[in-house]
């Protein structure tokens, strides 16, 4: 099993910024990929970014490209998402997701996820 703890989440206002945080433990070898997901209420869940832990690849859903950046500390075992320039349609509950079936921006690769961390951001 792979275990996935989310910090980080806070209310903002637009234009601020937030880092958010993901600490793997347990069998991480069984993971290739991480991504940030997130889900507005009402919405479906929506891949926001991801990397390649063994890697250099890294992928951005086309909303976020240029605001949000992701990056890894492979000593700490954590994922950080760096989320600038923040917009009201940020606002959502982002999960951190784990899996060993490639990198896309698709929730059915993943197959750990942590619980979860509120991003609300406020015009």
């Known amino acids: 099993q792979v275990q996935l703890v989310e910090s980080g989440g806070d209310s903002v206002q637009a234009g601020g910024s937030l880092r958010l945080s993901c600490a793997a433990s347990?069998?991480?070898?069984?993971?290739?990929?991480i991504a940030w997901v997130r889900q507005a209420p009402g919405k479906e869940r929506e891949g926001v970014a991801s990397?390649?832990?063994?890697?250099?690849?890294?992928g951005y859903h086309e909303s976020v490209k240029g605001r949000f950046t992701i990056s890894q500390d492979n000593a700490k075992n954590t994922v950080y998402l760096q989320m600038d320039s923040l917009k009201p349609e940020d606002s959502g509950l982002y999960y951190c997701?784990?899996?060993?079936?490639?990198?896309?921006?698709?929730?059915?690769?993943?197959?750990?996820w942590g619980q979860g961390t509120q991003v609300t951001v406020s015009s």
């Open positions: 990397i390649d832990i063994r890697g250099n690849y890294t």
């Open positions: 347990g069998h991480t070898n069984r993971t290739g990929c």
């Open positions: 997701a784990a899996g060993n079936m490639g990198c896309a921006l698709i929730t059915a690769v993943y197959n750990y």
